[in-house]
C-alpha cells in the first residue's frame, strides 16, 4: 500500500495522560499537513511540514500540542495534558512539492480517532 | 480572511434526480478542490480545478470552477444511493505555503 498511513486507528486516553500519532505520508511527498475533524465539521488545519521545517503552525493550536518530523520522512503530533475537548479525528495528509506541482492535490490518511474520556 | 462556504449543508434526495451543491469562497483563488467523506472514513480527492471555466467529469458527478464569481459547482446526475457521503470543498490559501481552505461539507443521502 503506497498511500497515507496513520497509526494508530483509535486511541482511548484519560484526561491528563499524553497521546503521540504517527503518520507515513506517500514516499515522494515532501509536505506534510496535520488536521483535526470533528463530527460534522470540515478538516481544521493545525500544521504543515516542508521537509523537516515546521512551516506553519496554527494560531489555534495550544502549546499542549507539537508536531515533528525528524528527517523528512514520518511525522508525529503529541497531545500533552489531553482534555475531553481534543476528542476528534486527526487527519494527516501529503502532497508533492510545490516547486514540481501543478497543485496542491492533497492525499489523506484514514486517521487517529482520538477519544478522551 | 479567505472563507468558504457550502450550500445547501444537508441534502436528503431520491435516487434518479439531478441536484448540484455550492462553493463560494471570498478571496481569489486558482485553484479548488472537491473531496468526498464517507462515515467515519478519511477524505477522498475527488476534483482538482486549476483555472477558470474548468469542468471535470467522473461518472455521475460534474464540478466546474468560475473564478470570477468565486463559484464551484459540484452537480449529481441522476444519483445513486453509493453517492451517499459528505463533501468538501477547499480552496487554496496562496500566501500561506499554500493551506486548504475547507467548506463545512455538505452532507448528502441518496434515499432508494
Known amino acids: 500500500d503506497t498511500g497515507v498511513s496513520q497509526d494508530p486507528r483509535h486511541k482511548i486516553t484519560k484526561r491528563g495522560q499524553n497521546v503521540t500519532f504517527r503518520c507515513d505520508p506517500i514516499s515522494e511527498h515532501n509536505r506534510l499537513y496535520w488536521y483535526r475533524q470533528t463530527l460534522g465539521q470540515g478538516p481544521e488545519f493545525l500544521t504543515y511540514f516542508q521537509n523537516e521545517a515546521q512551516l506553519e503552525k496554527s494560531r489555534l493550536l495550544s502549546d499542549r500540542f507539537s508536531a515533528e518530523r525528524p528527517k523528512g520522512s514520518f511525522s508525529t503530533l503529541e497531545i500533552q495534558r489531553t482534555e475531553q475537548g481534543d476528542s476528534a479525528m486527526y487527519l494527516c495528509a501529503s502532497s508533492l512539492p510545490w516547486t514540481s506541482a501543478v497543485y496542491n492535490e492533497q492525499f489523506f490518511g484514514p486517521g487517529t480517532r482520538l477519544t478522551v474520556l | 480572511e479567505l472563507k468558504v462556504e457550502q450550500n445547501p449543508l444537508f441534502l436528503s434526495m431520491q435516487e434518479g434526480k439531478n441536484y448540484t451543491i455550492y462553493c463560494n469562497y471570498s478571496?481569489?483563488?486558482?485553484?479548488l478542490y472537491w473531496y468526498r467523506q464517507d462515515p467515519g472514513k478519511s477524505l477522498e480527492s475527488l476534483f482538482v480545478l486549476l483555472s477558470n471555466g474548468a469542468v471535470k467529469q467522473e461518472g455521475r458527478l460534474m464540478a466546474s470552477l468560475d473564478t470570477k464569481a468565486r463559484l464551484s459547482t459540484l452537480h449529481i446526475t441522476a444519483a445513486v444511493h453509493d453517492l451517499s457521503a459528505t463533501y468538501f470543498c477547499?480552496?487554496?490559501?496562496?500566501?500561506?505555503?499554500?493551506?486548504?481552505?475547507w467548506g463545512a461539507g455538505t452532507k448528502l443521502i441518496i434515499k432508494p
Open positions: 477547499a480552496v487554496d490559501m496562496r500566501n500561506s505555503n499554500y493551506q486548504l481552505i
Open positions: 478571496t481569489t483563488s486558482d485553484r
